[in-house]
């Protein structure tokens, strides 16, 4: 057997059954070997961001990881951006990179990249098979390493030699690490402090924002009258009626500082303490006020959700959190789109077991709001703030989801890094409804010229202008095989949106909105 | 003065007036400062990958770096691909990448990350400014730096403080280094060899294929009896009617072995010794025969032209070299489209003074015949390997030589990674006509699975097939703007591509033509 074949049938074994893909000649025997497998799906994305972003929306829905495969470091480049989000949402990925031939590397042909220096920055694990017997074992490492905890991102850089290699056989799967348990004397402080008269506020993340960790931390809020806050972009938030509510801190520093004005205890669990996204001229980095203390319950490795528990419990907190305020949805709007009418139309619209995937930068202020009361739903946001990430998540979350609606709600500008998704999604007829946004502008950019204190001119404002030409995302749309529509009011809006979640497959709705800045 | 605006004053004072950006919150002050310089031209791209690729088609032209202004590591990572081409093109970029403020990058914001890491692998120079005092200063240095010889791509980071920092102050330009001259015991030692009986041929690359070099060339070519040979992949190679004509290296290793089989003396000049563009099993790596001796004239910072013309000089060959055989321009052909129909409408309607950005692959075979009649017209190749290129490349190009006609003859695989060029051509109403060979599938990794001994099965196949759904290219060129039209027989294509190269501005041809493979 030759490494491919061992390669992909240890990562099948290792639970590793799906792999997104934008292969080159490097990798035509990992290619070939796919015939060999017939568990490994093999999907096909036109660019590798698509790629890179589909293998994190995928982990994660699924909690394990897709494998991507990659050509060389230009191939791996185009992919960074997402790896990057993947790295920030701490979610499992394994890339597998093809390379040349080990022998050919000193012949500095035109592909020759450093693979391992372009994937330093995003891959906390990564390693170049040697040889076809290593490349199982190795795959297997690979795996076990994505796994973290928290999840990661694993490189494995193949070379052409070591893929088509005889000599190879399988490996069995290696055991991840569990997460930690934290010590009863962490819970004890914390409830001590929790006890306390001072406001304190609980500040959810990453793995402890599914329903289990949401419980706990709706029995601690219950008991101790500590509110509930997340992340601002966590990787995936569960959320609608019946869970207990939290509140995301702003994207704007000005916002995080009033949601924190009157805390006096900030607990993060699985969350780091909150910075601004930017630095602007005169404004503090660090978030947190002067009078407020950080105090950690869990981090990194750590079991947040059990950690919850035991606090609960340690506060004696009863077996249910108080629930919610029940938000009623709103009702249709009607009139001319904008921002918050679109937000209406879905919160009135998102159907049980939605998985949303928003990237809709500055129209999304009203959403959370606005879907609140919706049935339960995931939503999936921008972890590591690089743009052109909501398609591909929709399009790896449909892939690992495939009975459950995927909303993609995307910004005009955001959406054409990636614009690619558009045909995959047509090519696997994955059940995603993608609303753009078009508002015709880099709207944040807008926002944050003046943020920064720099004067625009009619250059700088240019350069946020995206209406000369208008992109017409229904011809971008049909050009990649998904059937697409332009509304311009909330009822058009709410017809489109009830066919496409009515119909399976892919569908694009482009709503005219104006720019809120 | 604040530091964007010294360090654009500066690099407009060392000829760089054009700017292709992408960028985001963190060089709102380079935006901002673009209005208190007219002389810089910003020029917006949607995609990372345009903007530096249009940067390398700019330089490639102007013979002087564009300016590339990057947001942070994701955007820097989403242009790598074509910056890796760029360096292999050996043109002079210059990329600004912003970042974080110095003091708020230990805040590990989301979108913190190792820009200089990143840049390593595609940048000979890369630096980040310290204070807003240095940045002037180290723009100055950049331009220097990327212009070699030979061209290479600088990087200077700029954190968002000393953007926006004030007391700096414009710098003069800094010198750039020159040509060296090669030795005349170089040229004495090469002359006694082309003197000798055996067979012997020039390799010519970079800056000598140029109408200077390709004189000197066909001069000794004359006088000697030497086969003038190309670089694979040139940058910039000056061809067409009336020059002498050089017979570029094919891409697969069997070409190669055929054309030099019989030579025994390889002169490069400017050019690498061949290799392998892949490593095939079993097939070498290198492609220089066993019995051939490789010699240089002239490499890396080398005066290839004096070095050509001394060599000339020094074989008594006669101020001018042997024009190339007159080739007749091909008729257009009639009937249903081929890759080689289309090479024969563009061979015979190719304009004088045209621009050829070529990233054509597997429909490319017999592009080169067909045009060597063609009026005196440059050719630009993919150089580094890295598909994405060609409609980037094409778009500096139109911005670097607004009064040429510029012709992108594009595949339909490559052309979905950069497809985001069209827009930017659009909104700069840039004279591009874009030919799309839609053979629906990637030919070029059906051909290369059997190349390299991997038996494809239907999974396999399935990931080179682009025909489910289609690409609807008239759609995708229409929902960004250009005007655009589907074709299916030779008489469609000429009369198309008449009128586009009639008409100013960026036209759209989707020539319907199938694979070769």
Redesign the interface.
């Known amino acids: 057997m030759n490494g491919a074949q061992a390669l992909i049938r240890t990562l099948v074994d290792a639970g590793v059954d799906t792999c997104f893909?934008n292969?080159?000649?490097?990798e035509?025997?990992f290619?070939?070997a796919?015939?060999?497998v017939p568990e490994m799906r093999?999907i096909?994305g036109?660019?590798e961001?698509v790629v890179t972003g589909a293998a994190d929306g995928y982990a994660r829905m699924a909690d394990r990881p897709a494998t991507t495969l990659l050509h060389l470091?230009?191939?791996l480049?185009?992919g960074?951006?997402n790896l990057?989000n993947a790295r920030?949402a701490r979610v499992p990925v394994v890339n597998i990179v093809g390379d040349?031939?080990t022998?050919?590397l000193p012949?500095?042909?035109?592909?020759t990249?450093?693979i391992a220096?372009?994937a330093?920055?995003v891959s906390t694990w990564t390693r170049s098979s040697a040889t076809p017997a290593d490349v199982a074992r190795d795959a297997a490492e690979a795996v076990a390493a994505s796994y973290g905890p928290p999840g990661r991102v694993a490189t494995l850089i193949l070379p052409?030699?070591v893929s088509?290699g005889d000599g190879a056989e399988p490996s069995a799967p290696v055991s991840a690490e569990s997460r930690k348990q934290v010590s009863d004397s962490t819970v004890t402080e914390i409830a001590k402090i929790l006890r306390s008269d001072e406001k304190s506020a609980l500040l959810l993340g990453g793995h402890v924002l599914r329903r289990a960790g949401l419980s706990a931390a709706g029995r601690v809020g219950q008991a101790a009258g500590t509110a509930l806050l997340a992340e601002t972009?966590p990787a995936r938030l569960q959320r609608g009626a019946g869970l207990p509510a939290v509140t995301r801190l702003g994207y704007l520093a000005e916002f995080v500082e009033a949601q924190l004005a009157d805390v006096r205890h900030l607990i993060l669990v699985d969350a780091?303490s909150p910075?601004?996204?930017?630095?602007y001229?005169g404004k503090p980095?660090?978030l947190v006020p002067e009078q407020c203390s950080v105090h950690v319950l869990a981090e990194g490795a750590d079991d947040g959700v059990g950690a919850l528990e035991a606090l609960a419990d340690a506060l004696g907190a009863g077996p249910e959190g108080a629930s919610g305020p029940v938000v009623p949805r709103p009702d249709i709007p009607t009139g001319p789109l904008t921002a918050d009418s679109v937000a209406a139309v879905v919160g009135a619209l998102l159907p049980e077991g939605a998985i949303v995937s928003d990237e809709s930068n500055t129209s999304s202020l009203s959403l959370g709001a606005m879907t609140a009361g919706a049935p339960v739903h995931d939503w999936l946001t921008l972890?590591?703030?690089?743009i052109?990430q909501g398609m591909p998540v929709a399009t790896g979350a449909a892939v690992a989801c495939p009975d459950r609606p995927v909303l993609s709600l995307e910004s005009d500008?955001s959406a054409?890094?990636t614009?690619?998704s558009l045909?995959t999604q047509?090519?696997e007829d994955l059940d995603v409804t993608t609303i753009v946004y078009n508002n015709r502008s880099y709207a944040?950019?807008n926002l944050?010229?003046s943020r920064?204190?720099?004067?625009?001119?009619?250059?700088?404002k240019?350069?946020f202008d995206?209406s000369?030409?208008?992109?017409?995302?229904?011809?971008?749309g049909?050009?990649?095989?998904v059937p697409s529509a332009r509304v311009e009011t909330a009822e058009e809006l709410a017809s489109q949106l009830r066919l496409a979640l009515a119909e399976d497959g892919p569908h694009l709705i482009e709503a005219v909105v104006p720019s809120i800045v």
């Open positions: 893909t292969p080159g000649t490097s035509m025997h290619v070939s796919l015939d060999t093999a096909l036109l660019f961001g470091g230009s191939g480049g185009n960074l951006a990057h920030r040349h031939a022998y050919h012949f500095d042909a035109p592909l990249s450093d220096g372009i330093a920055g052409a030699d088509w972009f780091k910075v601004s996204f930017f630095a001229p980095s660090g972890t590591g703030g690089a052109g500008g054409m890094y614009v690619q045909w047509a090519r944040i950019l944050e010229l920064v204190g720099a004067e625009p001119g009619p250059k700088a240019a350069l995206l000369e030409p208008p992109l017409d995302f229904v011809a971008l049909r050009g990649m095989g």
